[in-house]
């Protein structure tokens, strides 16, 4: 079983930045760890994803040069460090572990942060 729990998230204005942190727990080899969010009204998108070893870092087009995923293998972390936010950044925020092997795939969701971004 894998427990992930998020923190960091919060209120913030244009501009600003934020750093959102997800500690992993349980066997997570093999997963690709990563940041999910969900705007009200719209469904849940993939934001950015990173293997434990660094291998595989993306980030989706629209927070390109902005957002920064990492990974810390030691402390069994991973951070979103999220730059010039803009209001369209505001969402709940989901850190997730996912599994991908031909057909199969499993994937731990955490609880969920909030990030709001004021104008």
């Known amino acids: 079983q894998v427990q992930l729990v998020e923190s960091g998230g919060g209120l913030v204005q244009a501009g600003g930045s934020l750093r959102l942190s997800c500690a992993a727990s349980g066997r997570t080899s093999g997963y690709m760890l990563g940041w999910f969010r969900q705007a009200p009204g719209k469904e849940r998108e993939f934001v950015a994803h990173i293997g434990w070893n660094g291998f595989g870092a993306r980030v989706t087009d629209s927070v390109k040069g902005r957002f920064t995923i990492s990974a810390d293998n030691a402390k069994k972390t991973v951070l979103l460090q999220m730059n010039n936010l803009k209001p369209e950044d505001t969402a709940e925020y989901y850190c997730?572990?996912?599994?991908?092997?031909?057909?199969?795939?499993?994937?731990?969701w955490g609880q969920g942060t909030q990030v709001t971004v004021s104008s």
């Open positions: 997730n572990a996912g599994f991908r092997s031909g057909s199969f795939q499993n994937d731990y």
